[in-house]
Each structure stands twice: as structure tokens, then as C-alpha cells.
């Protein structure tokens, strides 16, 4: 059997194995072991997947995932979240939809600080839903704009999701850090743009409250000055990595330890139970990327071994088809299967595939991440399986009736429809993501 046709069972065999309920790490564990034995041998199967879960643990970007999982799992129980919320709704208040504005901004905060979209989804539910619904706005519109925002937390550094595809591409993490700020903070000023304008046009959605009547402009300079220790924390790991003072790990281990601190300091985290409970959720997530990313990476080798994605970047370059056309069918490939996949796994499955295949074509590997990021960010709020949408309706569903993942995808529609706008403008002026990793590299 010829290895372009192992390859072909190969794949086959792990789309089976996923249609049939097989869990994301047996499938590729199974694909890989049998696809690797049908080309060198059992015993050689064994020793290539051994070798590969020794290589991908000891590469240094893989120290840089528990650490800022670990800052993300801080942060999260730290109250940080709701000192961003409440500092800047103070600083819009008068605004119309201030606190959808608010839940905007101070979910790309929170997401410096927490580089899980669930999780800054989740607490932004448990935090501004409460204040939108007391305060008349429309449940389906500050649903939707609380699980748009939390997505910010995938573009935003430090961003789990960026260590991913590191891992899984060999991209500098550090670089892509980077490369995610701009098309972040453009997305949360277009989404605030849009909320703002909608109750403009419509104040029903999101009804002014008395109490914004109330703040004074020295209100708003206490608001922002209070903001300090996201700020630092935030601001200090970008900083760092960008002049080349911090590695991409040491930013980690200086973020979680300066999170910790924080915490403690504000009584957040003076709890034993809780800091023992951000350890335990930090490990847990660990470990289960650990499993899909090892698995992920053996798959990728019984790929590299038949030569697949080489033969076909080849074959595209050989039938003329234009890159524009191969990028478009990427993106909708990512945008199917993120609606029925978590985002870690579309990014497993797919790029070891495609990446070879995107830089035969010359696309530029950060532009190409943060296009995947942008795409991952649409993913986690699209039906049926947005994630960022059901944590949502989990966190705030139990306190609220009215909650229905329905009703968050009905909210998320218009979001959806902005994130493309993102993607077309990033489409068409690349610069947006290459500036800053661009600028870094001369620096340094």
C-alpha cells in the first residue's frame, strides 16, 4: 500500500472514529499508532510516539501554557473582573449601553490578565448580567454582547490559544502575543461602536440607569485610577516580552505570581480552599491539553511520514490554483467545523494539515494565526456548539430562567456578523497583525 493511500485511510479512519462519539485523543492516538504501523513497523510506532511525548513537553513554549493558564485561573477567582467592569462603566456612564460597553472593554482587560474565553465569559456573565437585566436592557442584547466580548480573551495576550498553535506550528509565541493586540482591541472598539449605536437608535435595549446621572468627572479619573493593578499586570507582560526583558515563560511565572498577589492583596485570594482551587482547575486544564497536544502532534507525524501535506501544497501549486482561493476555503472550513468543535481541536485536526500547505503558499505565518484567531473567536459564540455561549448560559442560566442558550445565540447574530467585518478588514490590510511583531523584532 502506498503511503498517499495510508494517508488517505488515515484520515478517513479519524473523521469515522469522531462521527462514531470517540473521544478528540483516542482518535488520534488510534489513527496514529495503526497509520505509523503500517509504515515502519508496531515497535517503531511506539518508539515515534514515546519520542514525540518527550519532544513536546520539554520544548520551551510548552512551560509558557500552565503558567498563564494558571494567572487566567487567578485572575478569574481574583475579583478582577468585576473591578474592570465597574471602573469602566463609571468611565462611560451616560453613554448609551455603557454597561454593554463596559462588558466590551472590560472583557479585552480581563482577558490580559485570563487567557481563557470561557472563563472571562463565564465571569462576565456572573458580574455585568446581573447589572444590565436590573437595569431594564434587553436579555438577548446584553447576553449577546457579555458572550461576544468574552472572546476577546483567545486575541487578547495572553492567549491560551496562541500557545496552541505555537505548539503545533513552531511560530514564536511571543510574536504572536503581539500580533493579537491591535485586531483585539480594533474588535472590542468595533463591538462598543455598534452596542453604542443600537441604543442610540433604539434606548430601549439599553436603557440609561439614575445612578449614572450621578458620576462626577473626578468619579471617572478615581475609575481609571483604580484600574492600576490590571493595568501592571496586563501592560507589565506585554511590555516585558516586547522589549525583550521577559521570555514568554518568565512573563507567565511573573504574571501568575503578580495575579496571586493582587488577589491576596484585595481579600479575594486569602482563601486556602480557593487558591488550592485555582491550582487544581490550572492542572486539570494542563493536562487535558497536554493529551490532545502530544496525540495531535503523533498524528501530525504519520502525516509528515507519508509526505500529505508536502504532496499537497504541491499538487495545489501544480493545478494553478490561486492562494486567495485556497485561503477562502480554509476560512470556511474553520468556520464549519468550529461550529461543531471546540476551538482546541479544530486547531489539532486541521493544522498539520493546512499550515504546510499555507506557507508553500507564501502566506505569512502571525497574519495566518491571528487570521485562525478571528475564526476562533466566531466559533465559540456560533450554534450548535459555541462554547462561550453555553458557559454563558450556564453561569448566569441557573440565577435566571429567561437564560436559554437560544436566547444567547440570537444575541450573538449581529457579533458574528462584525467579526467578519474583522476578518475582511484584516484580509485586506495584513499590516494590522504584523506591525507590532514586526516592530519587536527590530527592536530587539
Known sequence: MDFTTISVCGM??????????????????????????????????????????????ATPTFTVLPLFMLMGSFAARGGFAKQAFDCIHIMFALVPASLAIASSF????????????????????KVAYPAMSSRGYDKAFALGSIASAGTFACMIPPSGMFILFSLFTGVS?????????????????????????RAKVTPTLAPISEDEYQVTILDRVKALIAMWPIMLLGGGVIVGMYTGFF??????????????????????????????????????????????????MFFSRFLTLTQLPMDLAEALKTWNIAPLAVLLAIIALWFLLGMFMAQAAVFALTLP?????????????????????????IAGISPPVGLNAFALAGAVGADDKDVTIERVYKGCIPFILIDLLVVVILFFFPDISTFLPTMMVAAH
Open 12 to 57: 478517513l479512519g479519524l473523521l469515522a472514529l469522531l462521527v462514531l462519539g470517540v473521544p478528540l485523543v483516542a482518535a488520534f492516538l488510534i489513527t496514529g499508532i495503526l497509520g505509523t504501523t503500517a509504515i515502519l513497523g508496531f515497535d517503531a510506532a511506539l518508539s515515534l510516539l514515546g519520542e514525540t511525548l518527550y519532544t513536546t513537553i
Open 106 to 125: 472590560g472583557s479585552a482587560a480581563f482577558g490580559s490578565i485570563c487567557g481563557s474565553s470561557m472563563a472571562t465569559a463565564s465571569v462576565f456573565g
Open 173 to 197: 509565541v511571543a510574536q504572536l502575543f503581539m500580533a493579537g493586540i491591535i485586531p483585539g482591541v480594533l474588535t472590542a472598539c468595533i463591538f462598543s461602536l455598534f452596542m453604542y449605536l
Open 247 to 296: 521570555t514568554a515563560t518568565e512573563a507567565g511565572g511573573v504574571g501568575a505570581l503578580g495575579t496571586l498577589v493582587f488577589g491576596i492583596a484585595n481579600g479575594k485570594l486569602r482563601n486556602w480552599e480557593t487558591i488550592k482551587a485555582s491550582l487544581r482547575e490550572s492542572a486539570n486544564g494542563t493536562a487535558m491539553l497536554v493529551f490532545i497536544i502530544v496525540t495531535a
Open 353 to 377: 494539515i493546512l499550515f504546510p500547505v499555507a506557507m508553500e503558499l507564501g502566506f505569512n505565518p502571525i497574519w495566518f494565526c491571528i487570521i485562525a484567531m478571528m475564526l476562533n473567536e
